[in-house]
C-alpha cells in the first residue's frame, strides 16, 4: 500500500459520509448536525468536553430557522446534556432531535428538550431514572439506580415490621450511607424537574400536566425496572411525547441509516469514541486528540 493511501481512503470516507448528510438536508429542508458515540469505545458517555466540540459545529452550521440533531449515545452527566440542549436551542428557532439506534439516559434527557423526535422502527431512547456511581466490593466503579438505594432503606423497614432479626436489619442498614441516600434522593429530584422544564417549555408547552406525567413516567425506575429499558415509537407517543415516525421504506430513512452505518464503521476503524459533523465538517474525538476535517468551506451550502 502507497504511503498515505490510508489517510486517502478516510478523508473519501469522511467526504461520502457528510454527502449524505447533504442529502438528508435536501429532505428535510433543514440543517442537520450529528453527534454520535462509539459503543465499542471509552470513554464514550455525554461529558464536560462535548460543549467545545459541539460549539466548533456550530462554527460551521451558524443559526438556522429548524435544526435536526442527530443523537446517538448512552448517556452521560445530565447537567452537561442540559447545556448542549441549551446550546442547541440557542441556535434554532426550531429543535427536533433524531434519533437512528439509540439515545439513552442523559441522551434521551437532551431529546426531549426538542420539539419533536424523530424515530425509525429501529430508534430507541430510555428512562431517565439517575445513576449513582459507587465502589463495588471488588473496589470497581459501578453505577446503582439511584431509586433502588432509596427502596434498600425501605425494605429494611419492611423485614423489621416482619419481625426479621434485628442483627440483621442493624448489619443491612450499616451498610447504607446517609450522604449516598440523599444524593439518590435528590438526583431522582432532578431529573423529573429536568424532564418537566423542558417538555413544559417546548415539546409540551400546550398540556403541562401531560408535560408533568410524562417526566415522572421516564423517571420511574419501578415502572422500567431497567435502565437500559427500549422505548420505541409507541410507547414514546404512549407517554404523551412528540414523535414522528421515519418510515422504513422512506428515502430519508434510507440514507440517514446509511450514514449511521458509514458513521459506526468508521468510528471503529480509526477508534474514534465520538464524532461531531455536519454536511461541511466532522470533528473525531479520541482521548488527548481531537481532528477536525472539512469537505467544504465554513457557511458553503
Not at 438556522?64 to 440533531?69: M, N, Q, Y
Request: with cysteine; hydrophobic share 40%; net charge positive.
Amino acid at each position: 500500500m502507497q504511503k498515505g493511501t490510508m489517510a486517502q481512503l478516510i478523508t473519501e470516507a469522511d467526504v461520502t459520509r457528510r454527502k449524505l448528510l447533504e442529502k438528508a438536508e435536501k429532505i428535510t429542508k433543514t440543517r442537520i448536525l450529528a453527534y454520535l458515540a462509539n459503543p465499542n469505545a471509552s470513554p464514550n458517555f455525554i461529558d464536560h468536553n462535548d460543549p467545545i466540540f459541539l460549539n466548533d459545529m456550530f462554527e460551521c452550521v451558524g443559526d438556522t430557522e429548524v435544526l435536526d440533531i442527530i443523537i446517538d449515545s448512552p448517556g452521560g452527566e445530565a447537567n452537561v446534556a442540559e447545556k448542549l440542549a441549551i446550546m442547541c436551542r440557542e441556535h434554532c428557532k426550531t429543535m427536533r432531535a433524531i434519533i437512528l439506534n439509540s439515545a439513552k439516559s442523559a441522551a434521551t434527557m437532551w431529546a426531549i428538550a426538542s420539539d419533536n423526535i424523530l424515530m425509525g422502527y429501529l430508534s430507541e431512547i430510555g428512562p431517565i431514572d439517575p445513576q449513582i456511581r459507587m465502589v463495588d466490593p471488588r473496589g470497581q466503579f459501578t453505577f446503582v439506580p439511584a431509586q433502588s438505594l432509596i427502596d434498600g432503606v425501605l425494605q429494611v423497614h419492611q423485614m423489621l415490621q416482619q419481625g426479621i432479626d434485628q442483627r440483621i436489619a442493624i448489619a443491612l442498614v450499616q451498610k447504607l450511607d446517609p450522604a449516598i441516600i440523599d444524593v439518590a434522593s435528590k438526583a431522582i429530584s432532578f431529573s423529573k424537574v429536568f424532564a418537566e422544564t423542558w417538555l413544559s417549555q417546548h415539546m409540551l408547552k400546550d398540556d403541562l400536566q401531560k408535560a408533568k406525567s410524562a417526566a415522572e413516567a421516564l423517571s420511574d425506575n419501578r415502572r422500567w425496572l431497567s435502565h437500559g429499558k427500549r422505548i420505541g415509537i409507541k410507547e414514546a407517543q404512549d407517554l404523551g411525547l412528540k414523535v414522528e415516525p421515519i418510515p422504513r421504506k422512506s428515502k430519508l430513512w434510507k440514507v440517514l441509516w446509511e450514514y449511521y452505518g458509514r458513521s459506526q464503521m468508521n468510528m471503529n476503524a480509526t477508534g474514534t469514541i465520538k464524532l461531531f459533523e455536519c454536511k461541511t465538517a466532522g470533528l473525531n474525538f479520541t482521548v488527548g486528540r481531537r481532528d477536525i476535517t472539512q469537505s467544504k468551506r465554513p457557511g458553503e451550502s
